[in-house]
């Protein structure tokens, strides 16, 4: 079988944006870290479009 590059985002996309985001938080916080997310200007613009959509 030959080799298939399955791209930078592969792994984003696989888990999903939401589900790898609560894995890293989880991976900080683990580290001893107090995390605080924010949404970018762009992240909430696509999340109000998408509901738009709907």
């Given at each position: 079988m030959p080799y298939r590059d399955l791209g930078p985002d592969h792994f984003t996309?696989?888990?999903g944006k939401e589900r790898q985001t609560r894995r890293l938080i989880a991976q900080l916080t683990?580290?001893?870290m107090d995390v605080t997310i924010t949404a970018t200007r762009?992240?909430?613009?696509?999340r109000?479009?998408?509901y738009h959509r709907r």
């Amino acid at each position: 079988m030959p080799y298939r590059d399955l791209g930078p985002d592969h792994f984003t996309n696989r888990l999903g944006k939401e589900r790898q985001t609560r894995r890293l938080i989880a991976q900080l916080t683990a580290l001893g870290m107090d995390v605080t997310i924010t949404a970018t200007r762009t992240d909430r613009m696509n999340r109000a479009n998408t509901y738009h959509r709907r």
